[in-house]
């Protein structure tokens, strides 16, 4: 966020009158620190320089980050509703789309243009999703909801990921001034003052975001990272920095070496940590108290010309290059990661080699400086501009901004409809010519059948999951309060009198079958319940690591006795997406031995294959069925289930020739795609699997099909 301009005198009256208060009690002055200017350029340069040359660790620059934008808002908030009472939420709305929004803006526009051409077409509607959360600051939960689940939707790093700090922002901007306005209110209803009440409020919030920030590390780490909940405490610091204002100097003979130090810890700050791992948690005060020691250091009237400060931390960052890149600092973070992934993807490369990484550090800052010359500066010289009052100016940057952000989000949303095939409740293969799309039933395809294109299209088919996985009865992937209960999808046409009762369950693998199961169930009156959590299969507990997991595993018996199905169906085996071999997991048959234990049969299933890359993403830049279809070298020459002995009432199935016929897997069978990302089966080949399956079940498990008994 750029800083505030130089101003007047700090106002120290109280709001009954002219009587003055002790300094503590003063609403913060207003005066440009630019020693906080340079050290907001070099947090956000260390943020650039870590994601180029850091092989993936955190800087702390974006802890910085949100310290500074705490600090700068916490003063300006305080002094216009202490002063006045009130806030001018049109002239701060304003100021925040002409200084904010509008770079922000422009950049997601270009990447999105940029993202439309380079892209894989799977990615395209995922990708202006991100583009419509990021102008409309929630990136961070988007990403949440995208990328950190097991059955992601999104790619697997977006150009627009950088997003989610700013969404962090974004969001406070519109809650402070809430906070600001009622510690004003409780000020002049008590004895204390706004500075003081303010102060306050913050560290209430301050110790609520930093012990939800200490819970949902140890529950989902990604999570922790990006959640405006467990930053909230960053921002305050910074806040609360503000607000000490003046008391905030050191004795003159402890600045100088406080400053270094200060210093030293910020820059220090990726080399030394894991902030991935570490961050928004205690660690994350090795930045920030970084950037207080630096501002205690600093003594009244700091600048590049004030002798007192040669030789010290805050008179170096006083001093260009800090300040400039501070100036430039903003467009150069909106523009480094999108050209970053936009340059992985042109090489088709993992990472970036030495002389990428300094060709994307070069552009960044010719386009940061060009955003900050063309696009920064003209608006914050408009919204000052004499020739115009500044209400009026700011209704029209407002209503410009407003305007942006609606026509944004409405062709984002229109483009992702248009192009995204429609998810509609039912059959997959409903209307569908089985003769020219036959699937896994491929020995009855027509001849012309060689001259159609596959089915589905590729546009959106990462959403188009199975019908119970777009409810709320699936538990999702990680370690979230609550989500190791076992919940339970119910058989939307549940026949009035069942005669047998099926339940997928496990993991998503299980529950990618549905489509079959129910296909089936229509034709033998059978009822299908669902009951998964993502990512989670029966295995033994890790007492060194207990996970929401281990819940679900250790209560699904007690749940699966209530329900009395006949069947439960789960898989039997894993093969790994990275390097491995096809396994059955550790402690897997004694958790099958407690399902049959309830009275229920158990039938296992032989794992589906997997592969690293998405294989959509792969058939849309190029490839063929066979280059990016799964390795058939991960499974075992021998399927491990027949090597075991299994508890009792339990079965097994290898329908692993209909996904690697002749020891060839593929990507596309019968003109139907197989996978709808890298490991999770589409809707529409399962239900082309619905006679093989038929028949494995009619020879294992006879007794499913008898007649029920009156």
């Known amino acids: 966020m750029p800083s505030t301009h ?373 608006l914050a010289r408009a919204g000052r501009s004499p020739e115009r009052p500044a209400r009026t100016a700011g209704l029209v940057t407002l209503s410009l901004a407003a305007g942006t952000m609606v026509i944004g989000g409405v062709a984002s949303t229109t483009y992702v409809q248009m192009t995204t095939a429609p998810q509609e409740d039912g059959m997959a293969m409903a209307g569908v010519d089985r003769m020219l799309y036959p699937g896994a039933d491929i020995i009855h395809a027509d001849d012309s059948a060689r001259d159609v294109e596959f089915y589905p299209e590729l546009g959106g088919i990462s959403r188009r999951v199975p019908e119970y996985a777009r409810t709320d009865c699936h538990q999702p992937t990680g370690d979230q309060p609550g989500t190791g209960e076992v919940l339970v999808c119910e058989d939307a046409a549940q026949p009035e009198d069942p005669a047998k009762t099926i339940m997928l369950a496990g993991g998503s693998h299980a529950g990618h079958w549905h489509n079959a199961w129910i296909v089936l169930a229509e034709k033998h009156n059978w009822e299908v319940l669902v009951s998964t959590k993502g990512g989670c299969v029966f295995r033994a507990n890790d007492p060194a690591e207990p996970s929401t997991c281990d819940e679900w595993n250790d209560q699904f018996p007690e749940v699966l006795a209530e329900r009395e199905s006949d069947l439960v169906v789960t898989p039997g085996t894993a093969i790994p997406q990275e390097d491995g071999d096809e396994e059955i997991h550790d402690g897997a048959p004694e958790r099958w031995e407690e399902i049959t234990d309830t009275g229920s049969d158990l039938l296992l299933m032989r794992g589906t294959p997997r592969t690293e890359e998405n294989i959509p993403d792969c058939l849309a830049d190029g490839g063929d069925e066979l280059v990016c279809a799964p390795e058939f070298g991960k499974f075992a020459d021998t399927d491990p289930l027949s090597q075991i002995e299994l508890p009792e009432n339990t079965y097994s199935l290898d329908l692993t020739e209909h996904f690697c016929p002749e020891e060839k897997c593929s990507a596309i069978i019968g003109n139907v795609l197989v996978y709808r990302d890298s490991h999770h089966l589409t809707n529409e080949y399962v239900e082309t699997m619905v006679p093989h399956l038929e028949r494995e079940l009619q020879q294992a498990l006879p007794d499913l099909f008898a007649t029920q008994a009156s």
């Open 6 to 378: 130089p101003s007047a005198q700090a106002l120290r009256r109280s709001q009954s009158g002219s009587t003055l208060r002790p300094a503590g009690w003063a609403l913060p002055e207003r005066r440009y620190r630019p020693e906080l200017h340079g050290l907001r350029g070099l947090a956000i340069a260390g943020v650039v320089l870590f994601h180029l040359f850091g092989a993936g660790r955190v800087s702390g620059g974006i802890d910085i980050f949100l310290a500074v934008s705490g600090f700068l808002f916490t003063a300006m908030l305080l002094r216009e509703a202490g002063t006045t009472g009130r806030i001018d939420l049109i002239r701060y709305l304003a100021r925040l789309a002409r200084r904010i929004l509008a770079p922000a803006a422009l950049v997601i526009t270009v990447t999105t243009l940029a993202g439309l051409v380079l892209l894989p077409l799977t990615q395209h509607a995922q990708l202006l999703t991100e583009a419509r959360a990021s102008l409309l600051y929630f990136e961070n939960f988007e990403l949440i909801h995208s990328q950190l689940s097991y059955e992601a939707a999104g790619a697997g790093t977006s150009p627009f990921q950088h997003f989610w700090s700013l969404s962090v922002q974004g969001q406070f901007y519109f809650v402070w001034p809430v906070v600001a306005l009622l510690a004003v209110w409780l000020a002049r209803r008590t004895r204390f003052s706004p500075t003081v009440t303010m102060g306050s409020l913050i560290g209430l919030l301050m110790v609520a975001s930093f012990t939800t920030a200490i819970v949902v590390q140890q529950q989902d780490q990604a999570e922790a990272y990006l959640l405006t909940q467990t930053r909230l405490w960053e921002l305050g610091f910074g806040g609360l920095l503000a607000l000490l204002g003046a008391r905030l100097v050191l004795p003159a003979r402890l600045r100088t070496l406080a400053g270094w130090m200060g210093l030293a810890l910020v820059i220090s700050c990726g080399f030394v940590l894991d902030g991935a791992a570490l961050f928004p948690g205690p660690w994350a005060l090795w930045p920030l108290a970084g950037m207080a020691l630096i501002l205690a250091s600093a003594s009244p009237g700091v600048s590049d010309r004030n002798p007192a400060q040669v030789g010290t931390a805050a008179g170096l960052l006083a001093r260009a290059p800090f300040t400039r890149l501070g100036d430039i600092g903003y467009g150069l973070f909106l523009w480094h990661w999108p050209l970053l992934i936009f340059t992985l993807e042109f090489r088709d490369a993992p990472g970036l080699s030495l002389p990428d990484a300094w060709l994307v550090l070069a552009v960044s800052l010719l386009l940061g400086w060009l955003t900050f010359r063309f696009v920064e500066q003209p």
